[in-house]
């Protein structure tokens, strides 16, 4: 049996997709992962509401520059009728995880696997923590 790695001990790109894995066989919530010099990018399952009332579960896309001048920006790509649903995860969210790093900015610039690593592992705890609140609001309801 294979053991995942923690975030600290991922060295090479073959540990960072290992580490990915690991990540998509823990969290749910997660569909899809990419990894390149540019973007970190995760496809995951939310919940949201159309209108503001109608409960709806959809896909939406989580972007994290790793290049450039946009080092950090986080993007959330919501499907077409995304400006009628209002998601339970909100880039601020991951923006917010990311800033609890020292200069978060400089942090993710190094582009080491290991970065790349803990921005992933960053991203799935938000979304892990928001898709566990919405289960429970979800039982309490019952």
């Known amino acids: 049996m294979m053991r995942v790695k923690a975030h600290a001990e991922v060295q090479s790109e073959q540990d960072l997709a290992d580490f990915a894995k690991g ?3 823990e ?18 399952e939310t919940r949201g509401k159309l209108f503001g009332f109608i409960p709806l579960t959809f896909s939406q896309e989580i972007e994290v520059d ?7 920006r986080v993007t ?3 499907p077409w009728y ?8 909100s880039a601020g969210d991951i923006e917010e995880a990311l ?3 020292d200069d978060h900015k400089e942090w993710i610039d190094v582009l080491s696997v290991s970065a790349q690593a803990e921005v992933l592992l960053s ?3 938000v979304l892990k ?5 919405a289960q429970a609001a979800i039982q309490n309801i019952r």
């Open 27 to 44: 969290n749910e919530a997660v569909e899809e992962m990419s990894l390149n010099f540019e973007k970190i990018k995760v496809r995951h």
């Open 76 to 78: 959330v790509r919501k």
């Open 23 to 25: 990540i998509l066989l």
């Open 82 to 89: 995304g400006l009628f649903v209002r998601s339970d995860v």
């Open 66 to 72: 790793t290049e450039g001048d946009d080092v950090g």
């Open 99 to 101: 800033q609890g790093k």
């Open 129 to 133: 923590t928001k898709h566990d609140m």
């Open 123 to 125: 991203i799935s705890n």
